[in-house]
């Protein structure tokens, strides 16, 4: 049974880590974060909003019913007044329907119907923020882990290097001076592998937060999509949601204020009834007719919230264009951004390949006794220098890629 066990143990290490993709994470996290139910629920309310503004068209019914077991009535008798207890049944149905209102119900049906096109707009609003924040997430990770790979490269030479000046110690080739260098470098290089573990973990744990699942620090994940490619180029903010939330914003101000200026004029409504009354006498009514109510005096009320309405669809169009002109300063800055930065990973690609050379000859040299330890750790740091370098030129032109697709609402 051990030999069983250690066998599947065995087999288990020689398995490939599982490679987690960018989609993966962002299909999860849609399903488990809770900003994202809490918008569904908000489209909801919407639409239970929108069928309560448009009841008010339909016709509405009310069935009346009262029953007394005793009541008094006051009767004139000969000249005088008598009573007679006698129990009392009252049952009636009442119809209401509206005809015309001068458009106030229209204009609160398209105020709830644009209400409704808001909560979509603001739930996927929530969902590129949240997709946006998960890829960060995932190219964060994706580049820590290749920079921890440099890191164990860098440390490899060093230990490389502290063991070939032991030797060349022994030989009486090198001084003293040249090993404990070495090894203060190794030192230095064991310490920066650590920490830089140590961010990669933070990140993958708060991945795990993000998809409610247990990512493995050994975890493989997949390159970048956008290094050396251009998707962005032609992309605008014609599509950014926050505009449109605006946009919709000031569209319902409209209709609320239409709705207002129509209640100045009142209501023409169809009225129908039938009651049966038993009490002294058993006898039915019934009733059809039209009632016109007009508002005559309310206390300034109506025309106060008329002008609340106009001045709040000020307001958010005001709103609109400032949103309009921090958005257009951002997305100019990381277009220049993005320029630069293709720019400057050719270079450090550049660099990383001559300073690979350099170290290459510099290490030969040393072995020949034709160069010092400064100079070979001053390039084996310089190449390593280039190398992080390059991977953070290649993962802040991710970032500002994903954020251009984040501020330009653009499919993926």
């Not at 990973?345 to 072995?367: C, F, G, P, V």
Request: glycine share 2%; charged share 25%.
């Amino acid at each position: 049974m051990k030999k069983y066990i250690f066998a599947l143990s065995f087999v288990a290490t020689l398995l490939p880590a599982q490679t987690l993709t960018m989609q993966e994470c962002i299909d999860k996290t849609l399903q488990t974060h809770p900003d994202i139910k809490s918008f569904t629920l908000e489209i909801s309310k919407s639409e239970q909003g929108y069928i309560s503004a448009r009841s008010a068209l339909l016709p509405h019914l009310d069935l009346q019913a009262e029953y007394d077991p005793q009541r008094t009535y006051v009767m004139p008798k000969n000249g005088e007044l008598s009573t007679l207890n006698q129990s009392n049944l009252q049952v009636g149905i009442s119809l209401q329907q509206k005809v015309f209102d001068f458009y106030k119900t229209s204009s609160l049906i398209d105020s709830a119907k644009v209400d409704q096109e808001m909560a979509k707009l603001s739930s996927q609003e929530a969902k590129n923020l949240i997709i946006y924040k998960v890829e960060t997430l995932y190219e964060t990770a994706l580049i820590q882990k290749e920079a921890i790979e440099v890191r164990k490269k860098d440390l490899q030479t060093k230990e490389e290097l502290y063991k070939q000046s032991l030797a060349f110690v022994e030989q009486g080739l090198k001084t003293t001076s040249d090993s404990t260098r070495f090894l203060s470098a190794l030192y230095a290089a064991q310490d920066a592998l650590s920490k830089a573990e140590a961010e990669f973990q933070k990140t993958v744990t708060t991945l795990s937060l993000y998809t409610s699942q247990n990512i493995s620090f050994d975890a493989e994940f997949e390159k970048s999509i956008f290094i050396n490619k251009s998707q962005t180029a032609e992309l605008t903010l014609k599509n950014n949601t926050e505009l449109q939330i605006y946009d919709k914003a000031i569209e319902k101000n409209k209709f609320q204020t239409q709705a207002l200026k129509a209640q100045h004029y009142g209501s023409l409504d169809l009225v129908a009834g039938y009651n049966h009354f038993d009490n002294i006498n058993a006898y039915d009514t019934h009733f059809v007719g039209l009632t016109l109510n007009i508002p005559l005096f309310s206390g300034f009320d109506t025309s106060a919230k008329e002008q609340m309405s106009v001045l709040s669809t000020s307001i958010a169009r005001e709103a609109k264009s400032s949103k309009n002109l921090l958005l257009q300063e951002e997305f100019g800055r990381l277009l220049i951004d993005k320029k630069q930065y293709a720019k400057t990973i050719e270079a450090k690609q550049a660099q990383l390949e001559a300073s690979q050379s350099t170290k290459n000859l510099l290490q030969a040299r040393y072995k020949e006794g034709l160069a010092t330890y400064i100079e070979l750790l001053d390039v084996t740091t310089l190449y390593l220098t280039s190398a992080l370098e390059l991977l953070e030129a290649k993962y802040n032109l991710s970032l500002i890629q994903y954020k251009i697709i984040y501020l330009t609402g653009a499919k993926q």
